[in-house]
Each structure stands twice: as structure tokens, then as C-alpha cells.
């Protein structure tokens, strides 16, 4: 049987992001604090008619070199959840539309996993559910590195703030962070809510499941289809690197690195060097899904460590036990108790 060909990959220094989405919006909080424009696109390769003009694209090393700027030059701690507060409705034209006439927090969810490519290529999401919750496991999807808690801040308050625009009303969602409690908790507390908790195996978002019911309050049929036939003519052709790699290393779970270059028409070097660009090595990659199926079957699922050992292909439980505690610092028990 001929294998179905993959999608081109995108990585991290391909042009592919509308210059003025994030950068124009971030642009004018770093301003507004005083900081000078010709400093802030120092060394970014940006160039301020692109962003004017809505033609020009940028890589995402270009807007993490923003990004870093920005922070350099003004009091940085707020200055990802002022921009998630105003991502939507922006400037991402069409799929604003479309989610503004969604039916529901459900529609709404499928709607931004299907334009996330325009609305948050950064990132890489899996979606689970259980009796009581739907669950979110987002990933880094372009190397983020040092600029993932940004991202993180940035589209944790999006969702909350567009959502709440959405339905009327503010909806509870539970975030957990993969990174130690911050000093600024008091920006958390405020933009994205109470229900936190850090030091987290992964970026998780939950939501009640008796919330994705949830009336909006413009919904319609008709002008959503028409909204998403437009959108698809600006989603970029193609999937990021991370991502595409993840979900070879699920369809082919036994394989080695040699084995999935060759998948990617790259040589093991050429792949190395690709994954070391973005600030991950494969068994880092290999490591991480493990801790999302170990997460999925002791949270999710509420198995107990031998039926979950025996759907992860462990030969016995304390081999079992030992890769839990080496991917998340926490034994199975902990990592159960966790789901509480």
C-alpha cells in the first residue's frame, strides 16, 4: 500500500506569520509604555510597512527577537496578557468572523483546532475527554524555548477573554502550568482566573463539560460557513516540524530517529540539526508523549499503574514506575493524585 505523503513541514525561520497579527498589536502596548519603535525592531529582520501594509509575513524567530525586545525595553511582566486580551477579534479577519457566529463553546473549540495554524501556530494540540471534563494538552510546536511562558500567558488569557466575549459571560476554565508558581501571580489570578496550578508535567487547559453547551450570543449557521470558506484560503500550506514529528512518532511508536528522517526526506544529521534548532532532541520528543499517554491513562482515565502499564507495553510495573518518575519527577500515585 503506498504510504499517504506528509504535509510540508514548517520550521521555526520559514515566513509564514501575517506581520501584522501579534507584532502590530504588541507593537503598540511596547509604545504606549514608551518604548522607541526603531529600537523594538532592531535586529528583528521586521520592517514597519510590513506591518502597515497587511502584505508581509515573518518567521517566528523574528517574533520571539520582538518579543525579547519588548520585554528589554518595558516593564515585561504584563505584557503577554495585554496581548491575549487583544488578539480577538483582532486582526485575524475572516476566522474572527467565524467564531463570532459559532454556535456554542463546543463549535467554537473545533473551530479555532481547525484555523489553529492562523490563530496559534506556535502550538500543538491534543484534546482528551473523560465523564466530567474536556481536556486540552498543548505542546510547543516551533521551538519556543525561552519565550514558551510567554506564549503561554498570552493565549491562556486569549482564550478566557474571548470566550467571555463570546458567550456573555466568563467561562471556568482549570489551566495548569508547566513551570513554578511566578512572582506576578496577582496578572494570572486576574486574566486567566483562580483555578491554577504549576509546576505541571504539561500547559493544560480543562474545561466542565456542561460548559461546551454553552449558548453564544450571535450565533449563525450562514455566516459562519461563508467566514470559514474564506479562512481556508489563508491557512498556510503546511504543519509545524514539532507537531509533525509527534504524530510520527505515534503512528510509528517502535521507531528510531534514523527511521523518522527518513519519513521527513532528511538525512539523520540534517533531522539532528532540524531538532536542535528548535530546542529539542527526538527522545526528549519520545520522553514527552510517554508522560502525555501516562497522564491520560492515570488522570484521565483513573487507571490504576498495572492496567497502565499493560496499555504502554511495559513488561512489569516497576519498569512502569520508574519511566512515570523519570519523565515527570512524580511517581504514578502522584501523578493520579494530580487529576484532583
Known sequence: MQRAALKQSLFSDDKFLPAHQLVASLLDIAISRGA??????????IFYEDIVTGQGKISPLQFFKFVA?????????????LLGRRLFPGNYGHVSNALMHSR???DALRLAQRFQMILCPFVDIRRYQDQHFCHFIVRDALGCGEHWPFIIETYSTALIAASKLLAGKRIPFYVDFPFARPRHIQEYEENIGLRLRFSQPFWRIRVEKQWLNQPFLQPSH??????????????PDGVSFLKQIRQLIQCLPASKLDTIAHRLNMSPATFK???????????????E???????????????????????????DVTNFRRAVKRWTGLTPSELRLGAE
Open 289 to 315: 508523549l510517554g508522560t502525555e499517554q501516562a497522564l491520560y491513562l492515570l488522570q484521565v482515565q483513573g487507571l490504576n499503574n498495572e492496567d497502565s502499564a499493560l496499555a504502554m507495553q511495559f513488561s
Open 222 to 235: 450562514s455566516l459562519k460557513q461563508h467566514a470559514m470558506q474564506q479562512a481556508l484560503q489563508d491557512l
Open 273 to 287: 540539526r532540524k531538532l536542535k534548532s528548535h530546542g529539542m532532541r527526538f527522545q526528549q520528543l519520545q520522553d
Open 36 to 45: 522607541n519603535k526603531q529600537r523594538l525592531m532592531r535586529g528583528t529582520g
Open 104 to 106: 456554542n463553546l463546543s
Open 69 to 81: 525586545n519588548v520585554q528589554a525595553q518595558t516593564n515585561g511582566k504584563d505584557n503577554a496578557f
